[in-house]
């Protein structure tokens, strides 16, 4: 027992934390003394941290940087809000269509994954970003010019309008172009939230540290050497991209199912989430997922907590973003910061051992 | 004739994305940084042309001089102060995020001051538009942005060719530890880029909002993808590529909104380019880089 606390250590102290913080925010729920705005925020804080735990797969511990992954959690939240429209009183429980839309949302995003990164993950660096930035556009675009309707006769497709459906007098909507779906029930809640970052976690952690999860690691260091001990490059990073993007899709489902009209913009689904997702990333430390739950925590209470400067609050965001990014990393500053660390007392002997 | 005017359109669009892609390509070529914020550096170009003409009732010549030397300068105090600090950095992510911020930062000055309305922007091109024969037009818009692209081209081209300066920045693109050893401010050189590319910037957010006359401080953003996109096309780093990339990809913009849908013309674009990136992933010019063991 012992030993599987020591060997798991890292992943208990960030289930840990996750959990800390979710007792802590039931516990102030229940006080009373969370605001409503506040409430609003939480089931989009969790499926951001998926977002931010599951790009970290691809760009920390795959090496590739993605800016598309916005496209994944739409492909998640529109099939599965789809599944959930149109099985809506047809399966009860709510629980068992939940856990259904979610395997749901996790499978076509993970498909799409698939797909996509076969042709893509041959290419490099930036243009493989700019290829997946375009990817995540195209879905979206599409997504705003598909209009599905169901009647007596069954469903109807069409990219045009409403109206070419041709649909019967008493035929519904399901999918109303860029109106998008309207009336998804509201499933998703801040525990189901708190699960499914659990599960995420688990996965992701797991995977990081099982043959698969080195092998990716040793592509992501040097791709001409993992090749030459026998690895295959192609089939591990597919892996590692379609797992990533399947729980993008995941967290997409928690996002549908917590709004009652569901359309694809560019704010949730285009490349500004993406680019979002990918600053919780970087931010939080690239290839640390326990970075990446406390950034993209910290990042999306901010502007939150900055709404009493109304509107300097985004302003000051991207000042903090660009101060931190220069802290963290110039050089400069961390030559700087190593001395004044060095200055203080307590760290002293510190570093003076380390010396030795 | 519906064809030859779209066509026209596309072109003159196309020049315009071609203007802003060669601020990218540069940019990229030589610092190896996505400059995030070449996009909202257009939106303040456009804006100070905005309060300078529309507002003051001063001349159009002086709002296009102000907006150049307004967005030069814009240019190189970024890259000196958020983007110089990190050109060490371990990661080349680093730069990329912090360009992010400094998009998030310019967009948000500008909702401040200018606000989150929609201002029409006149038009700054006195030419009226030529009619051939019946049913085709070309705008007086479109000549000028064709024109305009033209001239930066074949200028730059010289300029990079030709002079010191030019050929200082093709060699620290190439190898800045080689190019600083024989006597190059690299320093000077990159700042130098960053003039330039934003100076463009400039003057394709004036042709820009007089073809489509609409302001708000999120009107660089996706222009500014879209050429980002061109750049990538032709082959990032490659000057003519980035031409060729812009204009190809305008027309394939305008015909697949005329004939195809509206709302699709975008993921048309995207799709473009990823079956020219899958086939040849380095764009259409790009140079082949040798992969050493």
Same mark, same amino acid.
């Given at each position: 027992?012992?030993?599987?606390?020591?060997?798991?250590?890292?992943?208990?102290?960030t289930? /840990?934390i996750?959990t800390?913080?979710?007792?802590?925010?039931?516990?102030?729920?229940k006080?009373?003394?969370?605001?409503?705005l506040?409430?609003?925020l939480?089931?989009p804080l969790c499926s951001?941290?998926?977002l931010?735990?599951?790009?970290?797969?691809?760009?920390?511990?795959?090496?590739?940087? =993605?800016?598309?992954?916005a496209?994944f959690?739409?492909?998640?939240?529109f099939t599965?809000?789809?599944?959930?429209?149109i099985?809506?009183?047809?399966?009860?429980? /709510?629980?068992l269509?939940?856990?259904?839309?979610?395997?749901?949302?996790?499978f076509? *995003?993970?498909l799409?994954g698939?797909?996509?990164?076969m042709?893509v993950?041959r290419?490099k660096g930036?243009y493989?970003?700019?290829?997946?930035?375009a990817?995540g556009?195209?879905i979206?675009? $599409?997504?705003?010019?598909?209009y599905?309707?169901?009647d007596?006769?069954?469903?109807?497709f069409?990219?045009k309008?409403?109206?070419?459906?041709g649909?019967?007098e008493?035929?519904?909507?399901l999918?109303?172009g860029?109106?998008?779906?309207?009336?998804?029930?509201k499933?998703?809640?801040?525990?189901?939230?708190?699960?499914?970052?659990?599960?995420?976690?688990?996965?992701?952690?797991?995977?990081?540290?099982?043959?698969?999860g080195?092998?990716?690691m040793?592509?992501?260091?040097?791709?001409?050497? !993992?090749e030459?001990? /026998?690895i295959n490059?192609?089939r591990?990073?597919?892996l590692a991209f379609s797992l990533s993007?399947?729980?993008a @899709?995941?967290?997409?489902?928690l996002?549908?199912h917590n709004?009652?009209?569901?359309?694809?913009?560019?704010?949730?689904f285009?490349y500004n989430?993406?680019?979002?997702i990918l600053?919780?990333?970087v931010l939080?430390g690239?290839?640390?997922?326990r970075?990446?739950v406390?950034?993209?925590?910290?990042l999306?209470l901010?502007p939150e907590l900055?709404r @009493?400067?109304?509107?300097?609050?985004?302003?000051?965001y991207a000042?903090?973003?660009?101060?931190m990014m220069?802290f963290?990393? *110039?050089?400069?500053a961390?030559?700087?910061?190593?001395?004044?660390?060095?200055?203080?007392?307590?760290?002293?002997?510190k570093?003076?051992?380390?010396e030795? | 004739m519906?064809?030859l005017?779209?066509?026209?359109?596309?072109?003159?669009?196309?020049?315009?994305y !071609?203007?802003?892609?060669l601020?990218?390509?540069m940019v990229y070529?030589?610092?190896?940084m996505?400059n995030?914020a070449?996009?909202d550096?257009?939106?303040i170009g456009?804006?100070?042309v905005?309060c300078v003409v529309s507002?003051l009732?001063?001349p $159009?010549?002086?709002g296009?001089l102000l907006?150049? +030397?307004?967005c030069t300068?814009l240019?190189?105090?970024i890259?000196?102060?958020?983007?110089r600090?990190l050109?060490?950095?371990?990661s080349?992510l680093?730069?990329?995020?912090t360009?992010?911020?400094?998009?998030?930062f +310019?967009?948000?000055v500008?909702?401040?001051?200018f606000?989150?309305?929609?201002?029409?922007?006149?038009?700054?091109?006195?030419?009226d538009a030529v009619?051939i024969?019946e =049913?085709l037009?070309?705008?007086?818009? =479109?000549?000028v942005?064709i024109?305009?692209?033209?001239?930066?081209?074949?200028?730059?081209?010289?300029f990079?060719?030709k002079?010191k300066?030019?050929?200082a920045m093709?060699?620290v693109?190439e190898?800045?530890?080689?190019?600083?050893?024989?006597g190059i401010?690299?320093n000077?050189?990159?700042?130098?880029t960053f003039?330039?590319g934003s100076?463009?910037a400039?003057?394709?957010?004036v042709? +820009?909002?007089?073809?489509?006359?609409?302001?708000t401080?999120?009107t660089?953003?996706?222009?500014g993808?879209? !050429?980002f996109?061109?750049?990538v096309f032709?082959g990032?780093g490659?000057?003519? /590529?980035?031409f060729i990339?812009g204009?190809i990809? @305008?027309?394939?913009?305008?015909?697949?909104?005329?004939?195809?849908s509206?709302? +699709?013309s975008?993921?048309?674009?995207f799709?473009?380019?990823?079956i020219?990136? $899958?086939?040849?992933p380095t764009?259409?010019?790009g140079?082949?880089?040798?992969?050493?063991?």
């Open positions: 027992m012992k030993e599987l606390f020591k060997k798991n250590k890292d992943t208990l102290i289930l /840990g996750v800390g913080a979710y007792v802590l925010i039931e516990i102030l729920l006080a009373g003394a969370v605001s409503s506040f409430k609003g939480l089931v951001y941290i998926i931010a735990v599951s790009l970290n797969l691809t760009v920390g511990i795959l090496g590739e940087l =993605s800016l598309g992954h496209g959690m739409c492909i998640g939240a599965s809000a789809f599944f959930s429209k099985t809506v009183g047809v399966i009860n429980p /709510g629980w269509r939940f856990v259904l839309a979610i395997i749901i949302g996790f076509f *995003a993970g799409f698939f797909l996509i990164g042709p993950l290419l930036d493989l970003a700019i290829v997946t930035l990817f556009e195209i979206k675009n $599409v997504i705003n010019v598909l599905i309707g169901r007596s006769r069954g469903f109807h069409s990219i309008d409403s109206v070419s459906l649909l019967e008493d035929g519904q909507m999918i109303n860029a109106q998008g779906i309207t009336g998804t029930p499933d998703s809640n801040f525990t189901a939230g708190f699960i499914l970052i659990m599960i995420t976690l688990i996965i992701i952690l797991n995977f990081i540290k099982s043959r698969e080195r092998a990716v040793a592509i992501r260091d040097n791709v001409i050497a !993992a030459s001990v /026998g490059v192609t591990y990073k597919l993007a399947a729980l @899709g995941v967290a997409g489902v996002y549908s709004l009652n009209s569901l359309m694809a913009t560019t704010k949730n285009g989430m993406s680019i979002m600053v919780f990333v939080g690239i290839g640390s997922i970075g990446s406390i950034s993209a925590i910290i999306t901010l900055l @009493g400067l109304s509107n300097y609050r985004m302003l000051i000042i903090v973003l660009i101060a220069l963290n990393w *110039a050089p400069s961390r030559a700087f910061r190593e001395r004044m660390v060095a200055r203080l007392p307590f760290f002293k002997k570093s003076a051992e380390k030795v | 519906a064809f005017s779209y066509l026209i359109n596309g072109i003159s669009l196309g020049a315009v !071609a203007i802003i892609a601020g990218y390509t070529g030589i610092a190896k996505l995030f070449h996009g550096v257009i939106m456009s804006y100070v905005f507002m009732n001063l $159009v010549w002086l296009i907006s150049v +030397l307004v300068a240019g190189v105090t890259e000196a102060i958020a983007y600090p050109r060490q950095a371990t080349s680093t730069v990329l995020i360009a992010i911020g400094v998009s998030y +310019l967009q948000n500008a909702l401040l001051i606000g989150a309305n929609t201002k029409a922007f006149t038009s700054v091109v006195p030419i009619k024969g =049913s037009t070309i705008t007086g818009e =479109s000549i942005t024109i305009a692209c033209i001239i930066i081209m074949i200028v730059l081209t010289l990079v060719n002079t300066a030019g050929r093709l060699a693109s190898d800045k530890g080689a190019a600083q050893l024989m401010n690299v000077k050189t990159i700042s130098l003039a330039i100076a463009l400039a003057i394709a957010g042709l +820009l909002c007089s073809a489509y006359p609409s302001l401080p999120y660089g953003s996706m222009p993808i879209k !050429a996109v061109a750049a032709g990032i490659s000057i003519p /590529g980035a990339g204009i990809l @305008g027309i394939i913009e305008n015909l697949s909104k005329a004939y195809i509206s709302q +699709l975008d993921a048309i674009v799709c473009v380019l990823i020219v990136l $899958v086939v040849k764009g259409l010019l140079k082949k880089l040798q992969e050493k063991v």
